[in-house]
């Protein structure tokens, strides 16, 4: 196994909530790792994405200054902190690393590698 998410699970809106990835093999040297999220009935799209140094990190507008991605290299997992969550972050959380920069890092073709998700469910 790659990439394993998890810390979904089910909320209020206004809560918090903290996913989690473990990265093994080729995946927990990857250059840029990412979440993204697919809520039913649309296309998985962009959440977060970190450099393995720490010193780069990019949101989408709609998780900005809510959600936070942080990576921890000792122990090969990426983070991702979510705050004053929305009922319309419900969605499937997918962590994503990427071992070189092959593409725009906002879209899944760059990722090589992808865990296999994790619910979030968040009731107003």
């Known amino acids: 196994v790659q990439l394993q998410a998890s810390g979904g699970g089910l909320v209020q809106a206004g809560d918090s909530l903290r996913l989690s990835c473990a990265a093994s093999?080729?995946?927990?040297?990857?250059?840029?790792m990412g979440w993204f999220r697919q809520i039913q009935g649309k296309e998985r799209e962009f959440v977060a994405v970190?450099?393995?140094?720490?010193?780069?990190?990019y949101y989408a507008d709609s998780v900005k200054g809510r959600f936070t991605i942080s990576r921890d290299n000792a122990k090969n997992t990426v983070n991702l902190q979510m705050n004053s969550l929305k009922p319309e972050d419900t969605a499937v959380y997918y962590c994503?690393?990427?071992?070189?920069?092959?593409?725009?890092?906002?879209?899944?073709?760059?990722?090589?590698?992808w865990g296999q998700g994790t619910e979030v469910t968040v009731s107003s």
């Open positions: 994503a690393a990427a071992p070189w920069v092959r593409g725009i890092l906002t879209v899944g073709t760059a990722y090589d590698y």
């Open positions: 093999g080729l995946a927990a040297r990857s250059l840029y």
């Open positions: 970190i450099r393995w140094s720490g010193d780069f990190t």
